[in-house]
């Protein structure tokens, strides 16, 4: 294992391809694709030639004549090589290499100058300041939102006449004829019914305000589903699929750029403001790995390797999830847990600065004026009873068989609308289901609410000064234990309330299945928690009224006496709402965390975990994978899950292509062909690289050049060397042998060779060759019987041979 960590760490080939994406398969797939033409265009940001090339090695353009005449990759190097092309993967293993070589150079010239040693420093700093950058710019983007989604949402049902850019509750905030028991209604803010007919009494109003509901939930959602279709295609849905398959090293260019965070910062205001059953919480994680990837451009230390542009992003992914739920520590364990691929401890502690800083800057703007970071934190005061532990399994049992549910009938929905003409109608799609969604909302008042506030009415633990008809018990009590309001018989609203939820939750489950996946931004959290929330609470209230009507059963009497404050709906809306975030996504660790954080009090934590376990447990039976998970297999993401175990007896020889009877694989020799016969097989091929061989009767390995360094390569060696045509032989020895007179200037080609491939035999059990995909990162290793070559493994083809032994399609993996 110490040789084979050895050889990896001097890798010394260039990976990436110029082949165009012209059909929906990675240019590291080895199958031969028709039609697939070579793009010579260069990017405008990829990085130099890395340099971990020996000073020794020369690029040799026109043969050996005069030293002079040779090139020295390091002096001049060729833009795009070492880069990497759209829907690839990257090497892991190269890209820290290159990373130790650039600290290794940085720390020795430290010691020759003042200048190099304040060069060293900054760039040790340099981490954590993108850290703070990212928070403060997160945390700013985050309170935008929440302002903006805040007052669009009360835009629907009315405006404040006396300064419009106020939301209701900030525009009676100082009314001085506001009521305590309509502390929502006052003379400055006015329905549109008041405005249109100058009445809010009667029928007709009731139809005013009905139909300017439906019209301006209309208008927010044609205008979010276009500017997506037309500016950011990328900034739709939630983004943690994709930002789950980018930390895992694959490439989506243009995924994290500037035009979608813009874009997906403006629609998610008018997705969530439209009223659709959709949050904003996985949107955010999206818009911080946007600004993450963003400020990487700011330092080279970053743009240029893209796994340490990882280690920011994982970082980024916390700080998302910091302020969506205003949970820093949860937001650390979300993308350690649910998200990352490649999480160093470093990497721990700059990703709980950068939540901290996201956090405190979203705190400071204050996007709700009760100095907390999200609209639903509540505090509970009631201790928990053990029995009570079998309700809220009773809840963990709802919420896997949910999230199971869920999952099966999104991603059913969700392949229909890729493979029927369903999905070339986005803007008709998504303007039909909000029509839906607020034709049916509006009658209800817990539909016609925001999802936050709902679940803020949910947590919300009743008291003398509430208004709400969740709240509307009869106050026959003498005894009130330590300040405690006891519990009471529920009034005419709290039952009211009770057949209106149970209406909101058939429409909820129902609805937030055919609107995720939708293309317009749409998180999965807030609708998840509110489901659950839903349950939970028509569950509490249920064993409220039962206590207080019976509490000298025996499961009550031990515990809960006449006049005692015994069960909390609450608690029991807190649970669910965990529950069925942890059905959907399969989180548990993180998921407890977030809630603790969210309510502030570590007693309830033993039900958190109950509920999040039984959750998962019961989602795991009925199907293994997440919410996300299934979305990267429906794209066909080249996504290797690290938790899943390999239990296959299969050998390396069974994957390899080529199989039996299958044409033979397509070498290079190392000093036997031309520029022409090098540049016949990229055009009659579509493979990423190709192995390169003594010769080919021998087939004994040289090494492994990939397709894109080598046209990069022959391209520049045409254009700025003298002498190379089409007959000129490519060398990839270390000496080129002498050139006979009169004959073309030989091609030397050494510099993008790579001398060290991995390598397997074709005896390798397949559950070593799965490991090592996974722990190194690779994108393919090469198979060898005693020393010669017999065929190539790549990323695809183990991700087919799983989905093959998991009786599943293997045609659906579409990316290397």
């Known amino acids: 294992m110490a040789m084979w960590q050895g050889a990896m760490d001097n890798r010394g080939f260039r990976q990436g391809s110029f082949s165009s994406f012209q059909s929906s398969t990675s240019d590291e797939d080895l199958m031969d694709i028709p039609g697939t033409a070579m793009d010579f265009s260069m990017r405008d940001d990829v990085p130099p030639l890395d340099r971990e090339i020996e000073k020794d090695k020369s690029y040799n353009g026109a043969g050996i004549v005069s030293a002079n005449r040779m090139m020295d990759f390091l002096e001049e190097p060729i833009p795009g090589v070492g880069t990497y092309d759209d829907f690839n993967t990257i090497d892991w293993v190269r890209e820290k290499s290159r ?11 430290s010691k020759e100058s003042t200048w190099a040693l304040i060069h060293s420093v900054s760039d040790a700093f340099s981490g954590w300041l993108l850290m703070l950058l990212i928070g403060l710019l997160s945390g700013s983007l985050a309170g935008l939102i929440d302002i903006s989604a805040h007052w669009m949402t009360d835009l629907k049902e009315g405006i404040c006449t006396r300064e419009f850019w106020f939301n209701r509750e900030h525009c009676c905030w100082n009314s001085e004829h506001v009521t305590f028991e309509e502390r929502d209604k006052c003379p400055e803010w006015n329905s549109w019914s008041q405005l249109i007919i100058s009445t809010d009494e009667g029928a007709f109003a009731y139809i005013v305000n009905y139909f300017m509901y439906v019209l301006w939930a209309l208008l927010f959602a044609f205008l979010a589903v276009t500017l997506v279709k037309v500016f950011a295609p990328y900034a739709c849905g939630s983004g943690i699929p994709e930002i789950k398959t980018i930390l895992s090293g694959f490439i989506i260019r243009g995924y994290l750029g500037k035009w979608t965070l813009i874009i997906k910062t403006i629609t998610l205001v008018l997705a969530v403001s439209s009223g659709l059953s959709l949050g904003k919480e996985g949107p955010l994680v999206h818009v911080a790995c946007c600004c993450g990837n963003i400020l990487c451009h700011c330092f080279n230390k970053y743009r240029k390797n893209e796994a340490k542009r990882r280690e920011v992003l994982s970082a980024a992914a916390a700080a998302g999830v910091s302020v969506a739920f205003g949970a820093p520590i949860g937001g650390v364990l979300f993308s350690l847990e649910e998200v990352s691929y490649y999480f160093p401890l470093k990497t721990l502690w700059r990703s709980f600065f950068a939540a901290l800083v996201a956090a405190f800057t979203l705190r400071s ?23 009570e532990l079998v309700p809220f399994i009773l809840l963990g049992i709802f919420g896997g068989l949910w999230g199971a549910l869920f999952i099966r009938t999104n991603i059913a929905w969700c392949r229909k609308r890729k493979t029927t003409q369903l999905g070339k109608y986005p803007v008709v799609e998504v303007l039909v289901v909000t029509a839906i969604t607020a034709i049916l909302a509006f009658p209800n008042e817990y539909t016609r609410m925001s999802t936050s506030e709902l679940i803020s009415e949910l947590f919300n633990d009743c008291g003398l000064l509430d208004s709400s008809k969740l709240c509307d018990y009869e106050n026959r009590f003498n005894t009130s234990k330590g300040g405690e309001l006891p519990d009471r018989p529920a009034g005419l609203g709290v039952y009211s309330a009770m057949w209106q939820l149970a209406l909101t939750l058939i429409l909820k489950i129902v609805i937030t299945i055919f609107t995720f996946g939708m293309k317009i931004p749409s998180g999965l959290f807030i609708p998840s928690m509110a489901v659950g929330a839903i349950a939970g609470r028509l569950l509490g209230v249920g064993m409220e009224q039962l206590a207080y009507y019976h509490h000298d059963w025996a499961i009550f009497n031990s515990w809960c006496s006449q006049g005692a404050d015994c069960i909390t709906p609450g608690l029991y ?3 669910g709402a965990a529950a069925c975030l942890g059905g959907v996504t399969r989180m548990t660790v993180s998921l407890v965390v977030i809630m603790f954080e969210l309510t502030g009090g570590l007693e309830y934590i033993v039900p958190l975990m109950a509920a999040a376990m039984t959750s998962k447990w019961v989602a795991d039976a009925l199907g293994r ?60 091929t579509t493979y990423s690289g190709f192995p390169v061989v003594v010769s080919r009767e021998s087939q004994r390995l040289v090494g492994f050049v990939l397709r894109r360094d080598l046209i990069i390569s022959i391209e520049n060696a045409r254009k700025k060397q003298d002498g190379i045509v089409s007959t000129s032989i490519i060398y990839f020895t270390e000496h080129s042998p002498p050139v006979p007179p009169y004959t073309p200037p030989t091609l030397k080609l050494r510099n993008i060779l790579d001398l060290s491939p991995f390598t397997v035999t074709d005896l390798t059990p397949m559950e070593i060759v799965v490991d090592i995909f996974r722990k190194l990162g690779l994108r393919q290793c090469l198979v060898t019987h005693n020393g010669r070559l017999l065929g190539i493994i790549t990323k695809k083809d183990v991700l087919k041979h799983i989905a093959q032994m998991a009786n599943q399609d293997p045609d659906s993996i579409l990316f290397n």
């Open 99 to 109: 990373d130790r070589d650039r600290h290794r150079e940085i720390t020795n010239k």
């Open 365 to 387: 703007i204050n996007p709700f004026g009760n100095s907390r970071l999200v609209l639903f934190y509540v505090e509970f005061h009631t201790p928990w009873h053990l029995f």
């Open 573 to 575: 809306a807190m649970v």
């Open 625 to 684: 994978e997440g919410i996300y998970d299934a979305h990267i297999h429906l794209n066909g993401y080249p996504f290797l899950e690290a938790k899943e175990e390999f239990a296959h007896k299969t050998l390396a020889m069974d994957v390899m292509k080529p199989r039996r009877n299958d044409p033979l694989l397509t070498v290079l020799t190392q000093d036997s062909m031309s520029v022409e016969d090098v540049e016949t097989i990229i055009n009659e």
